[in-house]
């Protein structure tokens, strides 16, 4: 759909104090929105008017939709859809600040959203375009009276619910999962999350994640604007507590959040699966992935440039396997490595009326099977015990940037550089000559890569195959 809009918009006439004209200079012909969700006000975009002249000059300012217009503006603090007798003064600017709002449609797909602003002079006629893509969205909200922690169940006990693909979601607050609901988001179905919400998988609930090769599922923050795209803290987080089903997350690619998936028994472990396979979790402020009492497979994943962790992997059973852990986070001095394993966690709660730090032990064990754990810090790879529980961990046929991994706990490990394709441009394919090439083990029943690829021979260490394959062919993040 596109919205036309006439430029044969005239405003009343006007009576200036002068008849100084001036062919006025704009800071930018277009202004551009990015994707805008329906019913939410976009980000402020603004320009500037110059008035070249040795002379002051009047202008008269109205968009060319007028009061029917998505769109809003507010010229030099004052806002309106029409301005008569606007003064600029010589060689001097004024400032138009533009806002949009796209109001719901019953068209799923996005539709580009159009308007001019105009500037009137006595024989003159100047204007800036005005362009928008716009998108009708499902959107959850939180219950009235839940600003505590504002909150929608979207799946209630024995309630199996589906998100579809048709038009995107969006979640103000958290969307929770109940006891014993379940969530299933289809292919190609992209979530966006308002600041500070996130997916609560409450305990006893379940979530299945099942994307495709050809269409993922994405969720990350609702600012689609470019400049966003460093906010590494949009959301909160997938958070998944204990249950009696496994969780299955394929093919899904999660980024900016403050962390990426939280998986975390609040009373009790019940030895329940979160199943990762073939996914992305990147670009998050805090950690890609934070597991305390949990059991987690991970299989062909990219973990990479999260703010601290890549993993925290904090008692429980972890078994990795083709994983590319890759943490180059730029936006702060990181000192955390990018994989932490340990028998214990700490929580705070609220005893005798007081917040209080509570530490909880427990057996960490860890499996890391043809597994890259690389990035900018010397040491990648740390562990943090006390006594009372057991931590075991064995890495097989892995590259580990560690300072020492000539012990038992490293099989067929080195510490060497995985030459990935670019670490700036985040694309961690691994060149021909990288040590990774055809250096793995055997026998994990992994036939393909994370992009569908054929693990041909011996395979590659790490979620990609090395193939000589042109840039375009990658997987787009």
Not at 26 to 54: E, G, L, P, Q
Not at 234 to 257: C, F, P, V
Request: hydrophobic share 40%.
């Amino acid at each position: 759909m596109i919205l036309a809009l006439t430029l044969a918009f005239t405003l009343p006439s006007c009576h200036r104090n002068n008849n100084v004209e001036a062919n006025l200079e704009f800071s930018a012909d277009t202004v551009m929105f990015d994707t805008v969700f329906t019913t939410i006000t976009s980000s402020t975009r603004s320009f500037t008017v110059r008035n070249t002249t040795a002379a002051p000059v009047e202008v008269d300012i109205a968009l060319a939709g007028g009061k029917q217009s998505y769109y809003s503006i507010n010229v030099d603090g004052v806002a309106g859809t029409e301005f008569h007798g606007v003064e600029i003064p010589a060689h001097d600017s004024i400032f138009v600040f533009v806002k949009v709002n796209i109001n719901p449609t019953d068209q799923n797909l996005p539709y580009l959203v159009t308007d001019s602003v105009m500037f009137y002079q006595k024989n003159s006629i100047q204007s800036v375009q005005l362009v928008a893509f716009g998108q009708d969205a499902h959107f959850i909200v939180p219950n009235a009276g839940s600003s505590t922690m504002p909150y929608r169940i979207i799946a209630h006990a024995n309630e199996h619910v589906h998100w579809t693909n048709d038009k995107p979601w969006v979640i103000y607050g958290w969307a929770v999962v109940d006891s014993l609901g379940k969530l299933t988001i289809d292919p190609g179905t992209k979530v966006y999350v308002h600041h500070g919400g996130g997916i609560w998988v409450y305990r006893y609930g379940n979530i299945h994640v099942n994307g495709t090769l050809d269409e993922p599922v994405t969720i990350t923050g609702d600012r689609l604007e470019s400049f966003f795209a460093n906010d590494y803290a949009q959301w909160n987080a997938l958070w998944i507590n204990e249950g009696n089903e496994d969780n299955l997350i394929e093919n899904a690619i999660i980024s900016n959040a403050s962390y990426g998936i939280h998986l975390e028994s609040l009373e009790e472990f019940t030895g329940n699966k979160t199943i990762i396979n073939n996914s992305v979790i990147h670009n998050n402020q805090m950690m890609g992935i934070r597991a305390e009492g949990a059991v987690l497979e991970m299989n062909n994943c990219q973990v990479s440039n999260n703010g601290q962790y890549s993993l925290a992997l904090m008692v429980g059973d972890f078994t990795l396997n083709h994983v590319t852990v890759a943490n180059y986070f730029s936006q702060s001095s990181r000192k955390s490595p990018a994989v932490a394993l340990t028998n214990n966690f700490e929580k705070t709660e609220v005893i005798g009326g007081e917040a209080v730090n509570v530490v909880y032990l427990g057996d960490a064990n860890a499996t890391f099977n043809n597994c890259i754990i690389y990035g900018a810090l010397d040491n990648e790879f740390g562990t943090g015990t006390k006594s009372g529980a057991e931590l075991n961990y064995t890495f097989h046929n892995c590259i580990v940037r560690k300072d020492s991994i000539q012990n038992s706990h490293f099989i067929n490990c080195f510490n060497a550089n995985p030459k990935f394709i670019t670490t700036y441009g985040q694309n961690y394919n691994i060149e021909e000559t990288s040590p990774a090439v055809d250096a793995g083990m055997e026998g994990l029943g992994i036939t393909t890569d994370i992009l569908g690829r054929l693990r041909n021979g011996v395979p590659d260490i790490g979620a990609y195959e090395y193939y000589p394959i042109p840039e375009e062919k990658t997987r787009k993040l």
